[in-house]
């Protein structure tokens, strides 16, 4: 009977179950640098959403599918990093493949770095856990008071602006979008254009919207990465409404719809730094300033700029569980099913 082990977080409502490649009984993932593993993982003639079928998706699909997962599971597994400059590497997964880029998930490595001891941390202060992803290496302030940790501060790869006010139809009506790159290629639109309210009773037209959305934008320039086809296309879209500002800056709800429909729990890591790339472009957040991001749950993250289009994001991660998963060989479901 095989089994798998895993350590469960959420970050601010989303999850992310982490795969360490390096317990026993895992295989190595081929590769120098993690790219060349997230490329392995993807499979020849694959893409990040529609991988080839292998050893190492096989154990994604089991945790991702029901009986032991559901359709909005997100999770990672933990590689090697490009170089001594790191303490690990990782290679998101979702329901439907793989991304380049993941905030929250980032946010639950470095709390799983410190709960672990894979980096050493203060009993007051902060420590930095250094992550190598796909599109770069990102970084994970673990803040910590009496012996916990009280929050996560998530440093990114800079973000830029790709295109604003791209026209796209939807069985909504036309929405202008504006696509930022952030680690992944996001696109962004006012829930108001298409007559929508970011709360959860619009959650089955927020979903339609955003699938039309990235389908519209699968071909359009300015999601193309000039580092290649594995960050390119839209991976998210963002539909997003405006609340009072704060005294300290702007004030958004948002709900990412990613990969094939599925629903960000939280106000999303990346995605937020591709609003802080684009409120930045606008005039409306400045040094000093925050953006307080909130999710369809209503959990919040906090977002800056900073020099050279970095941004942070800062947010919570919490232990949630910890399994051994198994398949038995008998069982007729074998990895399991998504509805």
């Not at 992944?184 to 108001?192: F, G, K, M």
């Not at 979903?207 to 934008?217: C, K, S």
């Not at 069982?331 to 099913?337: R, S």
Request: proline share 8%; net charge negative.
């Amino acid at each position: 009977m095989r089994s798998v082990r895993t350590t469960d977080y959420h970050a601010a409502g989303e999850p992310f179950r982490i795969v360490d490649t390096a317990d026993p009984g895992s295989a190595p993932v081929p590769g120098d640098t993690v790219a060349e593993r997230c490329a392995t993982a993807i499979g020849p003639g694959g893409s990040g959403t529609a991988p080839r079928p292998g050893p190492l998706d096989e154990v994604r699909r089991l945790l991702v599918r029901e009986p032991r997962g559901h359709a909005g599971m997100y999770g990672g597994f933990v590689v090697p990093p490009d170089d001594d400059g790191a303490h690990f590497g990782v290679l998101f997964w979702h329901k439907d493949g793989y991304s380049t880029a993941c905030g929250h998930g980032t946010m639950a490595l470095g709390a799983w770095a410190v709960d672990t001891g894979r980096v050493p941390a203060p009993a007051d202060g902060d420590v930095e856990v250094r992550v190598d992803v796909p599109s770069g290496r990102v970084r994970a302030t673990v803040h910590r008071a009496d012996g916990r940790t009280t929050g996560i501060t998530f440093r990114n790869v800079p973000a830029r602006v790709g295109a604003r006010k791209v026209p796209v139809a939807t069985t909504l009506g036309i929405a202008e979008v504006d696509i930022a790159h952030a680690g992944a290629c996001y696109a962004s639109v006012r829930a108001r254009d298409l007559g929508l309210e970011v709360t959860r009773a619009a959650l089955p037209e927020l979903t339609r919207a955003g699938r039309e959305i990235r389908a519209a934008l699968a071909t359009h320039p300015a999601t193309w990465h000039p580092d290649g086809p594995l960050l390119s296309g839209v991976y998210g879209v963002i539909l997003h409404e405006e609340l009072p500002d704060t005294p300290f800056g702007p004030h958004q709800r948002n709900v990412t719809v990613f990969a094939d429909g599925q629903i960000d729990r939280s106000p999303c890591g990346s995605g937020t730094s591709a609003r802080l790339a684009l409120l930045a472009e606008d005039g409306r957040l400045g040094p000093g300033q925050d953006l307080l991001h909130e999710s369809i749950v209503g959990s919040v993250f906090t977002g800056r700029v900073l020099d050279g289009g970095v941004t942070e994001v800062t947010g919570t991660a919490y232990r949630t569980g910890e399994h051994t998963f198994t398949i038995d060989p008998y069982d007729a479901l074998g990895a399991g099913f998504t509805l």
